[in-house]
């Protein structure tokens, strides 16, 4: 599980996240939603060990940290091919190419697997970016808007492909979303954040359909779910 | 592939460019000597039209063979000894001079074939002598040594009026076959050739700035080499000409001597083209104006006569292209502007 | 009737011994400057951008004033620290290519290390930020950063060659331009114009632009990734 306290970060001067206390449990699936700046990718990036807080701290506990997996907002494609670029986090040898080759079978980019990483479309780097996250067993998903640049179809892909991988690997997921809907459709829990704080927590369909802060009710105005 | 084709066009474009723009020069056709070359004390106007030869140039040589242009060159072999300091001002004092090279090279120069070649120097080419032997030259018939390691490599710093007459060309090949040595010649203005001599950069100077010169020796630079009475071993001189344009609108043709010649140039503020850049051409130059004008080798004593000196500090080659272009007059060493003129004198 | 330009292709294949000299050390000069200029430059840009060190924002700052150090300044220096009275004239680097090959290494060397550093600060953020999502070693980032610069560092050796060749001032002064010794296309163009011999100066001019052109066009197909 995760377990954060007093965690503070700034940037300058601008406190741009404040959570003094939060529980993340291990068998659930936790979708931070929020308008832009509200905090999302800061924690994220904090949990992923990427940023260093300035105050307090982020544990995992009972996950060791080769098996977390981060995918950051913009993933970098690599000049290789699409398989290399899957196979990085896997060793050599025929196993590791057919678990490369299973992952982008599961995000639909099997065509591709020795087009140029670099040369991808946006959609096509996001899947790619995924896929080569999935393609070795994690305990902890730590994504970054998984779905932004990448159209209906795709998106419906990336979602059944994490859905499938969280359930087979027992795997627990913490992403942010921009889109209330996938938070329903993948997520048990929600994280509502504002402003660097968060607003409220519960079960995903309590607070998106009911939500109690006025802040998470301006943001999910926009959407009627 | 459409990056390249495009290179490809452009370079095809450029040389298109450079093909238009040739002028229709006449090769110049084989030039007809001039007057035996005499030592006369007085200047000697060109020939006549009629031997002059063809060329695309607007301007010829008008006046030559004055005494008051005369240009003596001198060698100088650097001392092991001298007072060098660094640019801090401090003493050093191992710095490495060659000085069996430096004399090897004065022995030859100053002997029996060298001389030969210098007096024979150009008369094919342009059918003229481009330098004289002084009578008054100390000769050397000492014996000289072969090159070895220690001494094979000898540095003469010239200047580039020298360098560029194609002398040194054709005269030091044949002391590095005989003896062995590789001779280093590195050529600048006057006054950088002196001072890379003073910062021990090279063994010995071959230069015609007679004050300058004397500076060196006086400052303790040179030294008196076995055999010979000076520093200053004077051996060899040239003639400066004065060019200009060939209708000759201030009749310097006609002028008694250069510094006549000169008057009616200032009084008429014809145009006149200056080297600018303290060389010993540009030295000579500014010894031959008026005392009244005031015309020395700083910028600033021209400042007033912009309207007809164009004080250019350019080489020599560059100077006869300015003059050849503004139609003016300009003192030059004969070997440049021969050179000058056999090559049509056009850029393109 | 002939053109500047015929005239100067005559004299290129004439195949003279003195042009072949100052062909032969001018690439000579130009090969071994550029490549040291990269081998020192490179590594240096790459730890510029990616690691963090006390007085690294310094280094960086200094490296770019040195990138515009004008060469002529460079040339003097190395010329009064290598001359007979210098402090460095045990090394008897003047007057010989050597010397003029330093001379370059060291305008060269910051324009390597600015090139790479200032591409490389770019991307040297997301490259680590996703390798380290995927839980990679800092030897496989490195070795996957060199992989992603490597286009930057052959359009950064393009650069310093063409420098290197055009470079005329500093190694006037280092150089002498001691005809078959240490004498360049650069120097020898300006020395053979300053006398009055533009035909010899247009030769020279026209063999240095198709050595560049030549140079470029492999660098542009070499570029081209293969599909």
Redesign the interface.
């Known amino acids: 599980m995760i377990e954060i306290a007093g965690l503070k970060k700034f940037y300058g001067k601008r406190l741009v996240l404040d959570v003094p206390k939060l529980t993340l449990e291990t068998d659930r699936r936790y979708a931070l939603i929020g308008p832009n700046g509200s905090g999302k990718s800061t924690l994220l990036r904090i949990l ?3 940023l260093v807080p300035d105050e307090g701290a982020a544990a995992i506990r009972g996950i060791p ?2 098996e ?5 907002q ?3 494609a ?3 091919s699409v398989l290399q670029n899957v196979m ?2 896997l060793g050599g040898g025929k196993e590791a190419r057919e678990r490369a080759l299973d992952a982008l079978e599961r995000v639909g980019l099997t065509s591709l697997s020795s087009a ?1 990483g670099s040369r991808l479309s946006g959609g096509e780097q996001q899947r790619m ?1 995924l896929a ?2 999935i393609a070795r067993p994690r305990r902890l998903l ?1 994504l970054d808007e998984p779905t932004a640049s990448v159209d209906i179809r795709a998106n419906e892909r990336i979602e059944r492909a994490l859905t499938d991988y969280v359930s087979e690997n027992g795997c627990m997921l913490v992403f942010s979303s921009h889109e209330p809907g996938q938070a329903l459709r993948l997520a048990t829990d929600v994280v509502a954040l504002s402003e660097g704080r968060v607003a409220e927590t519960g079960g995903a369909g309590e607070v998106l359909r009911a939500p109690r802060e006025a802040s998470t009710q301006v943001f999910l105005q926009r959407w009627r779910i | 592939m459409k ?2 084709l495009l ?1 490809l066009l452009a ?1 095809l474009m450029l ?1 298109n460019v ?2 238009c ?2 002028r ?2 006449e090769p110049a056709a084989e030039p007809t000597p001039t007057q035996a070359p005499a030592v006369e004390a007085t200047a000697e106007p060109a020939p006549a039209e009629a031997t002059e030869p063809e060329d695309a140039l607007n301007i010829a040589i008008l006046l030559e063979q004055d005494d008051a242009m005369i240009n003596n060159y001198s060698l100088l072999a650097v001392n092991e000894a001298a007072p ?4 801090d001002g401090n003493a ?1 004092s191992d ?3 060659n000085t069996v090279g430096a004399k090897a090279l004065v022995d030859w120069m100053l002997g029996d074939e060298a001389a030969n070649l210098i007096a024979n120097f150009g008369v094919e080419a342009y059918g003229e002598n481009l330098f004289y032997l002084r009578e008054d030259r100390p000769v050397s018939s000492a014996e000289i040594p072969q090159a070895t390691g220690e001494t094979g490599t000898i ?1 003469l710093s010239t200047t ?1 009026s020298v360098n ?1 007459s194609g002398l040194l ?1 054709s005269l030091l090949p044949v002391f590095e076959q005989e003896y062995g040595y590789t001779v ?4 600048a203005g006057t006054g950088k050739a002196i001072a890379a001599a003073k ?3 090279a063994d010995l100077i071959l230069v015609h700035s007679k004050t300058q010169e004397e500076d060196f020796v006086a400052g303790g630079f040179a030294k008196v080499l076995e055999g010979y009475d000076a520093e200053r071993l004077t051996f060899m001189y040239n003639y400066f000409v004065l060019v200009g344009p060939k209708d000759d609108p201030a009749g310097c043709a006609g002028a008694g001597s250069v510094k006549d010649a000169f008057r009616l140039i200032a009084d008429g503020k014809y145009r006149f083209i200056s080297r600018g850049d303290l060389s010993g051409t540009h030295t000579k130059e500014v010894s031959l104006w008026p005392a009244g004008l005031g015309i020395t080798t700083e910028a600033d004593s021209v400042k007033n006569y912009t309207d007809w000196y164009t004080y250019s500090n ?5 100077c ?2 300015m003059a050849n272009e503004m139609n003016a007059y300009i003192l030059s060493d004969k070997a ?1 502007f021969l ?2 003129r056999a ?1 049509g ?1 056009a ?2 | ?5 015929q005239l100067a292709i005559d004299l290129l294949l004439s195949g003279s011994a003195e042009l072949k000299d100052i062909v032969s050390v001018t690439l000579r000069m130009t090969l071994t400057s550029s490549v040291a200029a990269l081998l020192l430059g490179a590594p240096l840009g790459v730890l510029y951008a990616s690691a963090r060190f006390p007085g690294r924002k310094a280094l960086i700052v200094i490296n770019r004033t040195l990138m515009g150090l004008p060469p002529v300044v460079c040339g003097l220096i190395c010329y ?1 620290l290598f ?5 460095l ?1 045990h090394l008897k680097l ?2 010989t290519v050597e010397g003029m090959i330093v001379a370059q290494v060291i305008l060269l060397t910051p324009i390597v290390t600015g090139s790479m550093e200032t591409y490389l600060s770019g ?1 040297v953020g ?2 680590r ?8 070693s800092r030897g ?1 980032t490195f070795l ?1 950063t060199l ?2 610069s ?1 286009y930057q560092v052959v359009s950064t050796y393009l650069f310093a060659f063409g420098r290197a060749m055009a470079e005329v001032g500093a190694v006037a002064m280092v150089g ?4 078959y ?1 240490t004498n360049v296309m650069t120097t020898a163009i300006m020395m053979y ?7 010899l100066g247009l030769a020279l001019g026209i063999l240095l ?1 198709a050595i560049s ?1 030549v140079v ?2 492999l660098a ?2 070499l570029q081209r ?1 293969p599909a």
């Open positions: 992923a060990g990427v940290a080769g977390v997996g981060y995918l950051p913009k993933p970098y690599y000049d290789l990085l986090s140029r970016a080569r996250l730590l | 990056k390249t290179i370079l040389m450079f093909g723009a040739s229709e020069a060098f300091v660094d640019a050093v710095v490495a001079i540095r580039t560029d060309g280093e010649v590195a050529s910062m021990g950069n350019a080489g020599m080659g560059v006869l292209t440049t050179t000058f090559n004198g850029i393109w | 009737m002939r053109t500047a330009l009064m001359s007979g009275v210098g402090p004239r003047l007057f991307v997301p490259i930020e996703t390798a380290r999502g995927l839980r990679l496989r996957l992989n992603e490597k002498g331009a001691i005809a010794k114009t300053n006398r009055g011999d533009f035909t632009l052109l470029n066009v542009h197909l990734s």
